[in-house]
Nanobody, 126 residues
Framework: QVQLMESGGGLVQAAGSLRLSCAAS???????MAWFRQTPGKEREFVAG????????YYAASVKGRFTISRDNTANTVYLQMDDLKPEDTAVYYC????????????????????WGQGTQVTVSS
Protein backbone atom coordinates (compact mmCIF):
# COMPACT_ATOMS: atom_id res chain seq x y z
CA GLN A 1 0.00 0.00 0.00
CA VAL A 2 1.20 3.51 -0.81
CA GLN A 3 -0.07 6.63 0.95
CA LEU A 4 0.16 9.96 -0.85
CA MET A 5 -0.08 13.45 0.61
CA GLU A 6 -0.17 16.60 -1.53
CA SER A 7 0.84 20.06 -0.41
CA GLY A 8 1.66 23.45 -1.87
CA GLY A 9 -1.68 24.53 -3.26
CA GLY A 10 -3.08 27.99 -2.76
CA LEU A 11 -4.23 31.22 -4.36
CA VAL A 12 -2.01 32.90 -6.96
CA GLN A 13 -2.46 35.60 -9.56
CA ALA A 14 -2.37 34.84 -13.26
CA ALA A 15 1.19 34.52 -14.61
CA GLY A 16 2.39 33.50 -11.16
CA SER A 17 3.97 30.25 -10.02
CA LEU A 18 3.33 27.48 -7.50
CA ARG A 19 5.12 24.27 -6.67
CA LEU A 20 3.12 21.26 -5.55
CA SER A 21 4.67 18.42 -3.60
CA CYS A 22 3.49 14.85 -3.14
CA ALA A 23 5.02 12.86 -0.30
CA ALA A 24 4.76 9.08 -0.58
CA SER A 25 4.93 6.61 2.28
CA UNK A 26 4.15 3.00 2.95
CA UNK A 27 6.83 1.17 1.01
CA UNK A 28 9.76 1.65 -1.34
CA UNK A 29 9.10 4.62 -3.55
CA UNK A 30 9.67 3.29 -7.08
CA UNK A 31 6.33 3.74 -8.77
CA UNK A 32 5.41 5.77 -11.84
CA MET A 33 3.71 8.92 -10.57
CA ALA A 34 1.43 11.55 -12.02
CA TRP A 35 -0.55 14.67 -11.33
CA PHE A 36 -4.19 14.98 -12.29
CA ARG A 37 -6.68 17.80 -11.76
CA GLN A 38 -10.41 18.13 -11.48
CA THR A 39 -12.94 20.95 -11.49
CA PRO A 40 -16.58 20.66 -10.38
CA GLY A 41 -18.75 18.86 -12.90
CA LYS A 42 -15.82 17.65 -14.97
CA GLU A 43 -13.88 14.41 -15.14
CA ARG A 44 -10.45 14.18 -13.61
CA GLU A 45 -7.86 15.00 -16.26
CA PHE A 46 -4.23 14.07 -16.64
CA VAL A 47 -1.70 16.87 -16.16
CA ALA A 48 1.80 15.35 -16.04
CA GLY A 49 3.46 11.99 -15.37
CA UNK A 50 6.93 10.66 -14.62
CA UNK A 51 8.33 7.16 -14.72
CA UNK A 52 10.05 5.42 -11.81
CA UNK A 53 13.53 6.78 -12.56
CA UNK A 54 12.56 10.26 -13.73
CA UNK A 55 14.02 9.63 -17.19
CA UNK A 56 10.62 9.72 -18.90
CA UNK A 57 8.01 12.44 -18.49
CA TYR A 58 4.78 13.25 -20.29
CA TYR A 59 2.52 16.31 -20.24
CA ALA A 60 -0.96 17.30 -21.25
CA ALA A 61 -0.91 19.69 -24.19
CA SER A 62 -2.56 22.39 -22.09
CA VAL A 63 0.37 22.57 -19.65
CA LYS A 64 3.37 21.61 -21.77
CA GLY A 65 6.04 24.28 -21.58
CA ARG A 66 4.55 25.78 -18.40
CA PHE A 67 4.58 22.87 -15.92
CA THR A 68 7.48 20.62 -14.95
CA ILE A 69 7.20 17.32 -13.11
CA SER A 70 10.17 15.92 -11.21
CA ARG A 71 10.89 13.44 -8.44
CA ASP A 72 13.37 12.82 -5.67
CA ASN A 73 13.31 9.12 -4.84
CA THR A 74 15.58 9.61 -1.84
CA ALA A 75 12.96 11.93 -0.36
CA ASN A 76 9.98 9.86 -1.60
CA THR A 77 8.56 13.01 -3.16
CA VAL A 78 7.22 14.11 -6.53
CA TYR A 79 6.94 17.75 -7.50
CA LEU A 80 4.93 19.79 -9.97
CA GLN A 81 6.41 23.19 -10.75
CA MET A 82 3.68 25.34 -12.27
CA ASP A 83 4.72 28.54 -14.02
CA ASP A 84 2.77 31.13 -16.02
CA LEU A 85 -0.43 30.00 -14.34
CA LYS A 86 -3.75 30.80 -15.98
CA PRO A 87 -7.26 31.03 -14.50
CA GLU A 88 -8.16 27.83 -16.39
CA ASP A 89 -5.55 25.99 -14.31
CA THR A 90 -7.82 26.44 -11.27
CA ALA A 91 -8.69 22.96 -9.96
CA VAL A 92 -8.09 20.43 -7.24
CA TYR A 93 -4.79 18.75 -8.03
CA TYR A 94 -4.28 15.08 -7.18
CA CYS A 95 -1.15 13.01 -6.96
CA UNK A 96 -1.33 9.38 -8.09
CA UNK A 97 0.92 6.32 -8.12
CA UNK A 98 0.80 3.28 -10.37
CA UNK A 99 1.99 -0.30 -9.93
CA UNK A 100 2.27 -0.73 -13.70
CA UNK A 101 5.35 -0.19 -15.81
CA UNK A 102 4.57 3.14 -17.43
CA UNK A 103 6.56 5.58 -19.51
CA UNK A 104 5.93 8.10 -22.24
CA UNK A 105 2.32 8.48 -23.30
CA UNK A 106 1.21 5.52 -21.17
CA UNK A 107 1.75 7.75 -18.13
CA UNK A 108 -1.49 9.51 -19.10
CA UNK A 109 -3.68 6.43 -18.64
CA UNK A 110 -5.90 7.27 -15.66
CA UNK A 111 -7.02 3.66 -15.22
CA UNK A 112 -3.41 2.55 -14.58
CA UNK A 113 -3.15 4.48 -11.31
CA UNK A 114 -3.80 2.52 -8.13
CA UNK A 115 -3.21 5.02 -5.33
CA TRP A 116 -4.45 8.58 -4.98
CA GLY A 117 -3.91 11.48 -2.62
CA GLN A 118 -6.65 13.65 -1.14
CA GLY A 119 -5.94 16.61 -3.39
CA THR A 120 -4.84 20.20 -2.96
CA GLN A 121 -6.72 23.24 -4.24
CA VAL A 122 -5.06 25.59 -6.72
CA THR A 123 -6.86 28.82 -7.51
CA VAL A 124 -5.57 31.27 -10.13
CA SER A 125 -7.13 34.71 -10.14
CA SER A 126 -7.26 36.88 -13.25
Amino acid sequence: QVQLMESGGGLVQAAGSLRLSCAASGRTFSNPMAWFRQTPGKEREFVAGINWSGASTYYAASVKGRFTISRDNTANTVYLQMDDLKPEDTAVYYCAASEALLSGSTLARTAEYDFWGQGTQVTVSS
